[in-house]
C-alpha cells in the first residue's frame, strides 16, 4: 500500500508541497477548513462589486524563483504579467511630483549614477549606504541599522520595506530586510522586475494548482478542518476532524501547512510568531484609464499603491492596522479622493469594496522571526510549512511556497 502524505491547509505552502509531492508520485491528501483554496492569496465574486476580485493585490518580484517554479509545474507560466525592464511609477501626492524608477538589468548598479533613472532629489552617495543592510548585525530592528530619514528613505527605502515586510520599516528585521535586498535591489534589474496576477490570483496561482493536483490523482477535501493531532511515540498517530478521526499508517506523513495561530492551537508547545499586521485594500469599479500604470507608488497619503485591472482600481495599504476600526465608507471616500488625484480622474465615488485583512502576516520584528520553527518537528512523521515558518523571508507567496517545498523534500 502507498503511503499517505495528508497536508492541513490548502493555502500556497500547502498546495506548493502538494504539488512537489504529486509531481514525484506520492499519494496526497489536502485537508482545508474552509470551502476554498488559496488561503490569504485568493479570488472571490464580491457582491457590491458584481465582479470577481482578489482578497488583496499581490505583488511578486521576478526574483521569486520558487513562484515561478510552482507556476512552471502547475502550467500556469506565463500568468503573471510584468515590464520587461525593472521600472516603478510613483507620484509624491504632497508636491505632485510624479518619476518613473528604473533600473539597469545587471548587478552593477549604474541607475543609481543616472538622475534620470533614480530617484529624484536623490545622490549616488545615498544609495552605497544602504549596503549596510546587505549584513546586518543579527536580531536587530531596521532603524539601528539605517537612519531611517531622508529623501532616499522616503521616496524608495521605506517604501520597499513597508510593502515586503509589512511593519513599520524601522521595527523592522534587518535580517528579514538584508534577504529582500540582496535577493532584489543588489541583484540588479532583472530580479526586480515587477509581477502581478493580471487575470487574478485564483486563475493564475489556485485553479491551476488543483487542477495539476486533480490530474495527479491528489486529494484535496474542503470543510475538513483539523480539529486535534493524535501522537504516539514520537510520530503523530492520527487526525481529528471532529465528526471523523483518521489513523495514520506506518509512513503516512503529515504537513502542517496552517497560519501559526491555528499551528499553536494545534501543537501547544510550539513556538510561533504571536504578533500580526493588517494590510487594508479599496477597491474601485471603474476602468482604468489609458495610460494609468499597472503599479504606482503613492508618497505622502493613506493610499500606498495603486494597482490597476481591467475593470477596476484598487489601493494597497500595508501595516494597515490604524484604518481597522475606521468606517468603511468614509475610508472609501479619502481613498477615493487620493486615488483621483494620483490617476487624474474626475468621477465620482464609483461601487466600491474594502477588504481588511487584520492578520494579513506576522509582525516581522526581530523578536517575531525569532519565534519561527523549522520545518521539522520532534514527531517523526510530521514536517511544518507556512510563510512564518523559517524561511529567512518575511511573510510572502514565495516564502510560503519555499516553506511547502522544504516540507514536501523533508518529508522524502
Ligand atoms: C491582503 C494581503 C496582501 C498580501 N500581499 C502580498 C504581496 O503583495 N506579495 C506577497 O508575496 N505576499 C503577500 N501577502 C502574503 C501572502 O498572501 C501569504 O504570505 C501567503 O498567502 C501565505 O500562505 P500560507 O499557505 O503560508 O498561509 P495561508 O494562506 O494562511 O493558508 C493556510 C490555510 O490553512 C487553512 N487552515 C487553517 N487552519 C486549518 C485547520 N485546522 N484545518 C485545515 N485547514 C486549516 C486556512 O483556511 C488556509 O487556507 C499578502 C497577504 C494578504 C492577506
Known amino acids: 500500500m502507498q503511503r499517505i502524505v495528508h497536508i492541513i491547509g490548502a493555502g500556497l505552502a500547502g498546495l506548493a508541497a502538494a504539488v512537489t509531492l504529486a509531481k514525484r508520485g506520492e499519494r496526497v491528501t489536502v485537508h482545508e477548513a474552509t470551502g476554498f483554496a488559496g488561503g ?17 493585490n499581490h505583488l511578486l518580484l521576478s526574483a521569486n524563483h520558487a513562484a515561478a517554479g510552482f507556476l512552471r509545474d502547475i502550467g500556469a ?21 510624479r518619476w518613473t524608477l528604473r533600473m539597469n538589468a545587471g548587478r552593477v548598479p549604474w541607475w543609481i549614477f543616472s538622475k534620470a533613472m533614480r530617484v529624484p532629489g ?11 543592510l546587505l549584513s546586518p548585525p543579527a536580531g536587530k530592528p531596521i532603524g539601528e541599522v ?17 510593502a515586503a515586510l509589512n511593519v513599520a520599516p524601522a521595527e523592522g528585521s534587518a535580517t528579514l530586510a538584508s534577504a529582500i535586498v540582496r535577493e532584489t535591489l543588489a541583484a540588479g534589474g532583472a530580479a526586480c522586475r515587477p509581477l502581478i496576477a493580471r487575470e487574478g490570483l485564483g486563475r493564475t496561482l489556485v485553479e491551476p494548482a488543483l487542477a495539476f493536483l486533480k490530474s495527479r490523482g491528489a486529494e484535496v477535501i474542503f470543510g475538513h478542518q483539523l480539529h486535534a493531532l493524535r501522537f504516539a511515540q514520537q510520530q503523530v498517530a492520527g487526525l ?111 461601487p ?55 516540507a514536501a523534500g523533508l518529508v522524502a
Open 40 to 56: 490569504r492569496c485568493r479570488s472571490y465574486h464580491d457582491a457590491a462589486l458584481g465582479m470577481e476580485i482578489d482578497n488583496g
Open 77 to 97: 507560466e506565463g500568468k503573471l504579467i510584468g515590464p520587461q525592464e525593472a521600472a516603478f511609477d510613483f507620484i509624491d501626492l504632497a508636491s505632485r511630483e
Open 122 to 132: 536623490t545622490r549616488a552617495m545615498d544609495y552605497l549606504k544602504l549596503a549596510r
Open 146 to 162: 539605517i537612519a531611517c530619514r531622508g529623501t532616499l528613505y522616503e521616496r524608495l527605502v521605506a517604501p520597499l520595506l513597508l
Open 240 to 350: 481529528d476532524f471532529g465528526t471523523e478521526s483518521l489513523t495514520l499508517a506506518p509512513g503516512d506523513a503529515v504537513i502542517l501547512a496552517v497560519p501559526p495561530y491555528s499551528a499553536s492551537a494545534l501543537i501547544k508547545e510550539l513556538d510561533a510568531p504571536n504578533e500580526f499586521r493588517a494590510i487594508v485594500n479599496a477597491h474601485f469599479r471603474i476602468e482604468p484609464p489609458a495610460g494609468a500604470p499597472p503599479i504606482l507608488g503613492v508618497l505622502n497619503a493613506t493610499t500606498e499603491w495603486i494597482f490597476a485591472f481591467p475593470g477596476r482600481l484598487s489601493v494597497t495599504i500595508s501595516a494597515g492596522d490604524r484604518l481597522i476600526d475606521t468606517p468603511r465608507e468614509e475610508l472609501a471616500r479619502a481613498l477615493w479622493a487620493e486615488v483621483q488625484a494620483a490617476i487624474g480622474l474626475s468621477a465620482t465615488l464609483p
Open 352 to 406: 466600491w469594496q474594502i477588504v481588511r485583512e487584520r492578520r494579513a502576516t506576522f509582525a516581522a520584528t526581530p523578536a517575531q522571526d525569532a519565534r519561527r520553527p523549522g520545518a521539522a518537528t520532534k514527531w517523526r512523521n510530521m514536517f511544518l510549512a507556512g510563510d512564518w515558518t523559517n524561511t529567512g523571508l518575511p511573510a510572502t507567496i514565495e516564502g510560503a511556497i519555499r516553506s511547502g517545498n522544504r
